[in-house]
């Protein structure tokens, strides 16, 4: 669940949260009383806060690839998920190859890796902390949001696949008291999810900000109004669901700097990788060793 500790990212953060949501129904898609609707996503944050702290995607790690789209430019990069944290490997800028010198940079940076296991200490400790904030705000998604049923909906569940899935809306419960900073960002998002009730899956978010959100009174900084992100989720194989694509457009301040963020990013090309893999043999396979594609 991508996301690090300023207000921009803590933004991510939170939609994935919400869209790592399942829905614990087997049953045809009907129309759903409001009681029906609540106790749904009720039973949807249960399975995924239990599941979160159980496993994670740890049990199941994939390698893929993360294609993303800036204003600024356009990266392509190779990752693979192991016990000691995310690796990734630079493989394009503006979908050219790299040069010769970026290349050297990207082995570089990969030999310093390997050299000081500090630096992956360090960033699985940050994806650590990521899911000890996924948990804190599952433990608030039951009072603070307002959910409706919405209808079904056809959406895609998987390559070449489609459903018939179920729409919820959602909007800031105004009873809703955030404890903290991150949860704070709920009592100004509203938006849908659409819910496969077969495959217990969310596939799809589109959220979006009601209203400018402070931080810290404003002093901390503040997301504008009008900011939203769309994120889909599909089976990638294996009944291994990840985020495929997502879109964010925001815009802000933190600590009195500007922070605009325009991103689109398609994630392919999944493929499962030995659950006992460390960084090292990760950065092997990147490279092109044995077992790599």
Same mark, same amino acid.
């Given at each position: 669940?991508? $996301? #690090?500790?300023?207000?921009?990212?803590?933004?991510?953060?939170?939609? %994935?949260?919400?869209?790592?949501?399942?829905?614990?129904?087997?049953?045809?898609? #009907?129309?759903?009383?409001?009681?029906?609707?609540?106790? *749904? $996503?009720?039973?949807?944050?249960?399975?995924?806060?239990?599941?979160?702290?159980?496993?994670?995607?740890?049990?199941?790690?994939?390698?893929?690839?993360?294609?993303? %789209?800036?204003?600024?430019?356009?990266?392509?990069?190779?990752?693979?998920?192991? +016990?000691?944290?995310?690796?990734?490997?630079? !493989?394009?800028?503006?979908?050219?190859?790299?040069?010769?010198?970026?290349?050297?940079?990207?082995?570089?940076?990969?030999?310093?890796?390997? @050299?000081?296991?500090?630096?992956?200490?360090?960033?699985?400790?940050?994806?650590?902390?990521?899911?000890?904030?996924?948990?804190? =705000?599952?433990? $608030?998604?039951?009072?603070?949001?307002?959910?409706?049923?919405?209808?079904?909906?056809?959406?895609?569940?998987? !390559?070449?696949?489609?459903?018939? !899935?179920?729409?919820?809306?959602?909007?800031?419960?105004?009873?809703? @008291?955030?404890?903290?900073?991150? %949860?704070?960002?709920?009592?100004?998002?509203?938006?849908?999810?659409?819910?496969?009730?077969?495959?217990?899956?969310?596939?799809?978010?589109?959220?979006? *900000? /009601?209203?400018?959100?402070?931080?810290?009174?404003?002093?901390?900084?503040?997301?504008?109004?009008?900011?939203?992100?769309? =994120?889909?989720?599909?089976?990638?194989?294996?009944? /291994?669901?990840?985020? $495929?694509?997502?879109?964010?457009?925001? @815009?802000?301040?933190?600590?009195? #700097?500007?922070? +605009?963020?325009?991103?689109?990013?398609?994630?392919? /090309?999944?493929?499962?990788?030995?659950?006992?893999? @460390?960084?090292? /043999?990760?950065?092997? *396979?990147?490279?092109?060793?044995?077992?790599?594609?």
């Amino acid at each position: 669940m991508p $996301v #690090k500790l300023d207000s921009m990212r803590n933004l991510i953060f939170l939609l %994935t949260v919400i869209i790592g949501t399942g829905a614990a129904s087997g049953q045809p898609v #009907k129309n759903l009383t409001p009681a029906e609707a609540l106790a *749904l $996503v009720g039973r949807a944050r249960a399975t995924e806060a239990r599941d979160a702290a159980q496993f994670g995607h740890l049990s199941h790690p994939m390698r893929y690839r993360q294609h993303k %789209t800036s204003p600024r430019m356009t990266s392509t990069k190779e990752i693979i998920e192991t +016990n000691d944290g995310d690796v990734a490997r630079l !493989v394009a800028i503006n979908d050219q190859p790299l040069s010769t010198a970026d290349e050297q940079q990207e082995q570089a940076r990969l030999d310093a890796l390997l @050299n000081n296991p500090m630096l992956q200490q360090h960033r699985k400790r940050s994806e650590d902390n990521d899911t000890e904030r996924v948990l804190k =705000i599952l433990r $608030v998604l039951p009072t603070a949001f307002l959910y409706q049923f919405a209808g079904p909906v056809t959406a895609s569940t998987g !390559v070449g696949a489609s459903a018939t !899935v179920v729409k919820f809306t959602f909007k800031p419960n105004p009873q809703f @008291n955030p404890p903290d900073l991150e %949860t704070g960002v709920l009592t100004a998002m509203a938006g849908e999810i659409w819910i496969d009730p077969v495959e217990e899956r969310v596939v799809r978010l589109a959220g979006s *900000l /009601q209203q400018d959100k402070e931080f810290g009174l404003g002093i901390l900084g503040q997301l504008d109004k009008g900011g939203w992100v769309e =994120i889909d989720l599909s089976d990638v194989g294996g009944q /291994q669901w990840r985020i $495929v694509h997502l879109k964010l457009v925001m @815009n802000g301040r933190v600590l009195f #700097k500007t922070k +605009n963020s325009n991103s689109e990013q398609q994630f392919t /090309q999944f493929a499962p990788v030995p659950a006992n893999l @460390n960084y090292r /043999q990760a950065i092997q *396979l990147l490279r092109g060793g044995s077992g790599g594609r």
